[in-house]
């Protein structure tokens, strides 16, 4: 079982910067294998922010290509999302995913019905 625990979120003005970490327990992870951050704000759906996988391949959403770098510690096992120059529309709760399967990362990155592993959110506030 791969536990993920999120943490990191908080309130800060646009224009800011907060760096999102992704505690993980890999019990269940093979070599290879994909790591994601996804968000939600109210009302709208699930969408992936950015995506890292076993071979340091990375993808990022359009919206925060540029602002955010997804990278992760393996001896802390522990996955980052960086983001700079924060907007008011980066408001969500921001939810860590992991999938088995490295492919997932090349081609089904923010599909979130592809990751098996999910963490309980932490919430990002973005005021102007």
């Known amino acids: 079982q791969v536990q993920l625990a999120e943490s990191g979120g908080g309130s800060v003005q646009a224009g800011g910067s907060l760096r999102l970490s992704c505690a993980y327990r890999s019990g269940h992870i093979p070599g290879r294998y994909c790591m994601a951050w996804f968000r939600q704000a109210p009302g709208k759906e699930r969408e992936g922010v950015a995506a890292l996988g076993s071979d340091r391949s990375a993808r990022y959403a359009d919206s925060v290509n540029g602002r955010v770098t997804i990278s992760r510690d393996e001896g802390r096992n522990t996955l980052y999302l960086q983001m700079n120059s924060l907007k008011p529309e980066d408001t969500a709760m921001y939810y860590c995913?992991?999938?088995?399967?490295?492919?997932?990362?090349?081609?089904?990155?923010?599909?979130?019905?592809?990751?098996?592993?999910w963490g309980q959110g932490t919430q990002v506030t973005v005021s102007s």
């Open positions: 995913a992991a999938s088995p399967a490295l492919r997932v990362c090349w081609w089904y990155y923010n599909v979130n019905s592809r990751y098996t592993y």
